[in-house]
């Protein structure tokens, strides 16, 4: 039977982890790992609920030695917990810190279990290569998470052919520095596995915030790797704070542009490499995205385009390598040879509409590249992507953060960049998107969220609005190349939308303070709220604030004739 080294590091003082800014050593390592191996309770499955990622390794390690299988979920709500209970009956929780009681047994790794170790040298074990390391979970489409069986043979050989491929057997000993949750496929192979088996060593500390990530660099020696996702990514550009040197950038978990690996490339002042790969395969293939649309296979794997009989769609499967048995794909795929190949997007995201095509993951590229859109993401409602009879879709709609951006500008931008017939009906805004710990935005929390901004949208009660066109004499001179709507056709065409939802006209007599706020271009609906005073000469002071996509536009009063039934509107 093939047996693997638990780790790669040829010395027992080689550096294998740093946890608050002080080096950890193979050798002491190795005794945490033995001596929380004797500590755990029976049970044969292990809930590694571990924030910290040293104790997380420490505890996927000693639950590898004692022959137990760690159970990772996607998430740790109470909901989960039962499904994890269903799966392993014997399950515990391993936790480092306080949290709210749970449904089964718990195990705390404090700071006893800790310093109890010595730092007595010890052999590093070999484990069999059969042995099931961790389950890991994906949500299912019935809702119960689906769990996938991973080994540690496979999951060594994969993160050796990984560290092969990203040039870090080049005999320095690199750091590696996660903003990805260890719990999360790619966070427990980029920046746990890869550790392990690529003889790095890796950063304890959540990174989280662009503020840790700055210090948790700062923290450890070059040469130094940052494990990240997009949205991560996307989140430090924005923050515009200086960030340390990252010698590699590791990105995966979701589709990344160009345009924001060149900004984070310019940032951390390193090449970033996109990994590509599933929870099902593992890592498959690394591109630089700033420079590179090619994906590069790691050693060992091979892709087989098949044709299933009766079936016209080809099926890529990858085989070969870490991978234990050949895994269907479930991306549009076109091999160029033996060792590469370009990728055009997942099957299950293209979008068929009177008979265009496209993808979900192209479309949200295009709003994420838009100026002023922090996040952002493209939703179809149904299981369906197909249109209907006529060649549309009942809706397709898009959700971004975007303060202080209108929606007018947002559809404006991406006219320029899609076909119109994949433009968002409605676009809606949120504060934030409901994305996990890795940076995924899983569709039902996307759906929740959809259907919450949507029944907002609709309860809420429709205001007197109106929209100036380009048309307008106005926009010639107001102003060349760059047309604001002047403030008097603001009031003007605002009392006219109000005048007409009361169904009255509103004469002003006399203006009163009017502030405008920000600029109106042409095409973006305005919305009038308005509250009125009787004045004892039968007169009415009239105060309106003028709104655009959720930003206040400009506000003030006017005093209204005593007589409404004459005159016109200025």
Request: aromatic share 6%.
């Amino acid at each position: 039977m093939t047996a693997i080294p638990l780790i790669a590091h040829t010395s027992p003082a080689a550096i294998l982890a740093w946890v608050n800014g002080r080096p950890v050593t193979a050798r002491r390592f190795l005794a945490d790992v033995a001596l929380l191996a004797a500590a755990l309770p029976e049970g044969g499955h292990v809930f590694n609920a571990c924030a910290d990622r040293y104790r997380f390794t420490v505890g996927l390690c000693a639950a590898l030695l004692r022959g137990k299988a760690t159970l990772l979920p996607s998430s740790q709500t109470p909901e989960t917990v039962r499904q994890l209970c269903a799966f392993a009956p014997d399950v515990f929780c391993l936790r480092d810190q306080p949290a709210p009681a749970m449904a089964m047994p718990v195990f705390e790794y404090h700071e006893g279990v800790a310093a109890a170790a010595s730092d007595a040298c010890a052999d590093v074990p070999s484990i069999p290569a059969d042995r099931v390391l961790a389950y890991v979970f994906t949500s299912g489409s019935t809702g119960t998470p689906v769990p996938h069986r991973k080994t540690w043979g496979a999951m060594a050989g994969g993160a050796r052919a990984a560290a092969q491929r990203l040039g870090l057997c080049d005999g320095r000993a690199w750091t590696l520095v996660g903003t990805v949750p260890p719990q999360h496929m790619f966070g427990l192979e980029a920046t746990v596995m890869l550790a392990l088996q690529g003889g790095a060593a890796l950063a304890s500390a959540p990174a989280f915030y662009p503020a840790d990530v700055r210090d948790a660099l700062a923290a450890v020696p070059a040469p130094r790797a940052l494990v990240s996702s997009p949205v991560h990514l996307r989140t430090l550009v924005q923050a515009d704070m200086a960030m340390p040197a990252a010698d590699l950038l590791l990105c995966a978990t979701a589709p990344l542009g160009r345009e924001l690996a060149t900004a984070a490339e310019d940032l951390f002042r390193g090449p970033l490499r996109e990994i590509y790969g599933s929870t099902e395969t593992g890592q498959l293939a690394t591109r630089r995205t700033a420079q590179e649309e090619i994906w590069t296979l790691v050693p060992g794997v091979r892709l087989q385009p098949r044709t299933a009989d009766g079936d016209e769609d080809t099926i890529t499967w990858a085989e070969g390598g870490h991978l234990e048995q050949p895994v269907a794909l479930g991306d549009a795929i076109e091999p160029l040879d033996a060792g590469h190949f370009l990728l055009h997007g997942r099957k299950g995201d293209l979008l068929n509409i009177a008979g265009k095509r496209t993808s979900l993951a192209y479309l949200e590229h295009q709003l994420n590249a838009i100026d002023g859109v922090q996040d952002g993401a493209f939703f179809m409602p149904g299981d369906s992507h197909e249109g209907d009879a006529h060649g549309h879709v009942v809706r397709l709609v898009a959700v971004v953060v975007a303060p202080g951006v209108t929606s007018a500008a947002i559809l404006q931008a991406l006219r320029a960049r899609i076909d119109p017939a994949f433009l968002p009906r409605p676009l809606l805004f949120a504060e934030r998107l409901p994305r996990n710990a890795a940076g995924k935005l899983p569709r039902d929390a996307l759906a929740a969220l959809v259907a919450q901004l949507s029944e907002a949208r609709d309860r809420a009660p429709a205001l007197p609005a109106f929209v100036i066109d380009a048309g307008h004499p106005a926009m010639a001179g107001h102003f060349p190349g760059n047309p604001i709507v002047p403030g008097v056709v603001l009031l003007d065409h605002a009392l006219l939308a109000l005048g007409s939802a009361l169904g009255r006209p509103l004469v002003p007599t006399q203006a009163g303070t009017i502030k405008f706020l920000s600029p109106v271009r042409p095409g973006e609906r305005v919305e009038i709220e308005h509250d009125a005073e009787p004045a004892t000469d039968g007169s009415e002071r009239l105060r309106i604030t003028l709104r655009s996509a959720g930003r206040e536009v400009a506000s003030g009063t006017l005093q209204l004739r005593a007589s409404a039934s004459e005159g016109t509107p200025c």
